[in-house]
């Protein structure tokens, strides 16, 4: 049985190799307006990504992984 490859990305596991790679906020901030702007158009995508930026950018101030 294949697989079926999602058309929304794994957000999560990217914040997540972001934070592993030692991104700046900066960074990450840079890489949250970028894919916000691509997905101007899904509500859903939006709320996920304003969660994860919470969330990660946050952590970097704690130095913790999410």
């Given at each position: 049985?294949?697989?079926?490859?999602?058309?929304?990305?794994?957000?999560?596991?990217?914040?997540q190799n972001c934070l592993n790679r030692g991104c700046t906020p900066e960074q990450i901030q840079d890489f949250t307006d970028r894919t916000r702007r691509n997905w101007l158009d899904n509500p859903s995508m939006l709320a996920l990504i304003d969660d994860l930026e919470v969330r990660y950018i946050t952590s970097l101030g704690e130095g913790k992984e999410v």
């Amino acid at each position: 049985m294949s697989k079926k490859k999602s058309r929304y990305p794994d957000l999560t596991t990217i914040f997540q190799n972001c934070l592993n790679r030692g991104c700046t906020p900066e960074q990450i901030q840079d890489f949250t307006d970028r894919t916000r702007r691509n997905w101007l158009d899904n509500p859903s995508m939006l709320a996920l990504i304003d969660d994860l930026e919470v969330r990660y950018i946050t952590s970097l101030g704690e130095g913790k992984e999410v």
